[in-house]
């Protein structure tokens, strides 16, 4: 099993749906969460960190299940500027030497 | 406010040669790291720095590659020689400590031929 596991997709919805993705990892001992777009051809940019209790940001939820192993994402009525890959990185740790893990991504098209 | 600087942002060269990629971290961010990213393979991590010691570099693929960050705001990664299954796009990234959210530099696109 993959340490970060994530649906690769495409996810091809129409604008204004919505929309969401999981992240599931394995070390249970994982401490900090996050959930990244990365643009064709771009650098991955953070879109949100990932708290326990759940966080919100406009349109963009994110969700953290301890005892499933699992981080989610809901966009709620997508744009077309929605679409991207996101990637989730999970890291096992509070001490420099941590390890980071990024997922390989879900691929999300929005489509007018 | 400058985010992480990397250059040069494309680089061809031919097998055999050595390239060497430089990466400017955030200004007071104590950890840095080095990714390739393929098709194939997606983001990888190559190896990353703490307070500019390399904490774990298991991810680099071979001998022919090595990294450094001689101060906080200067790391080279180095390829010699390099090959055609070398290319990709390389990324750098920095972050307050190693457990916050990273910020990720433009990329190289290195390309060997």
């Known amino acids: 099993r993959k340490e970060v596991e994530q649906d690769p997709g495409p996810f091809n919805v129409p604008e204004g749906a919505t929309v969401a993705f999981n992240c599931t990892y394995s070390?249970?001992?994982?401490?900090?969460f996050f959930w990244y777009r990365q643009d064709c051809r771009k650098e991955p940019k953070l879109l949100m960190s990932?708290?326990?209790s759940g966080n919100e940001d406009g349109r963009f939820t994110a969700q953290l299940n301890r005892a499933s192993q699992y981080i989610s994402l809901l966009i709620r009525d997508s744009k077309l500027s929605d679409s991207a890959t996101y990637l989730c990185v999970v890291n096992a740790g509070y001490s420099s030497a941590s390890k980071i893990i990024f997922g390989s991504g879900t691929r999300l098209s929005i489509r007018p | 406010d400058a985010g992480v600087i990397q250059s040069p942002r494309h680089e061809v060269t031919e097998m055999g040669q050595e390239v060497t990629l430089r990466c400017k971290p955030i200004?007071?961010?104590?950890?840095l790291f080095w990714y390739r990213q393929t098709m194939m393979r997606g983001l990888e991590l190559l190896i990353y720095?703490?307070?500019?010691?390399?904490?774990?570099d298991s991810g680099m693929p071979e001998d022919r590659f090595s990294a450094k960050m001689p101060n906080a705001s200067f790391s080279t990664l180095k390829i010699q020689p390099s090959e055609p299954r070398d290319s990709a796009v390389y990324f750098c990234?920095?972050?307050?400590?190693?457990?916050?959210?990273?910020?990720f530099g433009p990329g190289t696109r290195l390309t060997v031929t």
């Open positions: 720095f703490n307070n500019n010691v390399p904490i774990d």
């Open positions: 200004s007071g961010h104590n950890s």
């Open positions: 990234a920095s972050s307050l400590d190693t457990y916050y959210e990273q910020y």
């Open positions: 990932v708290y326990s």
């Open positions: 070390n249970s001992a994982s401490q900090s």
